[in-house]
T-cell receptor
């Protein structure tokens, strides 16, 4: 999966709990992304970061938060405000601002019980 | 605004027969186009990419795609399907209007390969 790791692979949480998904890359890429995938649908962009200490909302940012304190790390927190958090979450990275090829991690499947 | 339409949600072929996965796009810019493959519960793997060079793009595992501007299409083909090709395939366009290369994904086409 191209030097991008996500952990854990499977995650279960109770309603009302926040949970943080990890994404680490050793590709020295500047840009990182979080996507959500639901059955039968394409990927939808949650947040992206083009550089350390900067990030932007994607198409479905409500109920999610991120941080980008280090170049190699881009954790995603799914908050209790997210109404339907059960989904497959994919992290990706790309070399820089003007490079549009993205490389994906293996994903984390989150299930809310 | 950019958009992508994958014309088939599911395609079934027999092993050894050709594969055709269809994709149409809409873009205000000269687009970058991609095909990604996803095996169950895995991340996405890049198959191939078009970036305004040759219109016929060769990718990994014997796949190729042809960019046809007049038809706004970017169909994915393979001459002979293998069982290992069974997966979900996504056609993707890059939103050049947004720095950082925001990707617009199609809905996906599930490819089944029968023995």
């Amino acid at each position: 999966d191209g030097g991008i790791t996500q952990s854990p692979k499977y995650l279960f949480r109770k309603e009302g709990q926040n949970v943080t998904l990890s994404c680490e890359q050793n590709l020295n890429h500047d840009a990182m992304y979080w996507y959500r995938q639901d059955p039968g649908q394409g990927l939808r962009l949650i947040y992206y970061s083009q550089i350390v200490n900067d990030f932007q909302k994607g198409d479905i940012a409500e109920g999610y938060s991120v941080s980008r304190e280090k170049k190699e790390s881009f954790p995603l927190t799914v908050t209790s405000a997210q109404k339907n958090p059960t989904a497959f979450y994919l992290c990706a990275s790309s070399p820089g601002l003007y490079t549009d090829t993205q490389y994906f991690g293996p994903g984390t499947r989150l299930t809310v019980l | 605004a950019q958009s992508v339409t994958q014309l088939d949600s599911h395609v079934s072929v027999s092993e050894g027969t050709p594969v055709l996965l269809r994709c149409n796009y809409s873009s205000s810019y000269s687009p970058s186009l991609f095909w990604y493959v996803q095996h169950p519960n895995k991340g996405l793997q890049l198959l191939l990419k078009y970036t305004s060079a040759a219109t016929l793009v060769k990718g990994i595992n014997g796949f190729e795609a042809e960019f046809k501007k007049s038809e706004t299409s970017f169909h994915l083909t393979k001459p002979s399907a293998h069982m290992s090709d069974a997966a979900e395939y996504f056609c993707v366009v890059s939103d050049r209007g947004n720095q950082g290369g925001k990707l617009i994904f199609g809905q996906g086409t599930e490819l089944s390969v029968k023995p």
